[in-house]
């Protein structure tokens, strides 16, 4: 199983970003799929998730701003980031809890990261 991350670069304050991860593999369930980011300097930190029924949940520093999707036929989760502030600068990484069979357990899944710059 991969996650692979899209969308990520450089946005002036105020500006928009969409972020797309895309799960891939021997996928036979998917629970939770969410971001997290991680600043220079600080530990990585959640930013939302969104689990199979929908339910989702952001934190407070992004709450209004970003918000979570997911298509569940495309295994891929987005990440609408609006008004973003020079303080969202980060790597962004999204997460996903996968069973690869009816057989196993959930397991942790990481993608890459994707690099987010918001400068003037």
């Known amino acids: 199983v991969q996650l692979q991350a899209y969308g990520g670069g450089l946005v002036q304050p105020g500006g928009s970003l969409r972020l797309s991860c895309r799960a891939s593999?021997?996928?036979?369930?998917?629970?939770?799929m969410a971001w997290y980011r991680q600043a220079p300097g600080k530990q990585r930190e959640s930013v939302a998730s969104?689990?199979?029924?929908?339910?989702?949940t952001y934190a407070d520093s992004v709450k209004g701003r970003f918000t979570i999707s997911r298509d569940g036929a495309e295994n891929t989760v987005y990440l609408q980031m609006n008004s973003l502030k020079p303080e969202d600068t980060a790597v962004y990484y999204c997460?996903?809890?996968?069973?690869?069979?009816?057989?196993?357990?959930?397991?942790?899944?990481w993608g890459q990261g994707t690099l987010v710059t918001v400068s003037s």
């Open positions: 593999g021997s996928i036979y369930t998917i629970d939770i």
């Open positions: 969104i689990a199979m029924g929908g339910t989702r």
């Open positions: 997460y996903s809890k996968i069973k690869e069979t009816v057989w196993r357990t959930y397991e942790d899944y």
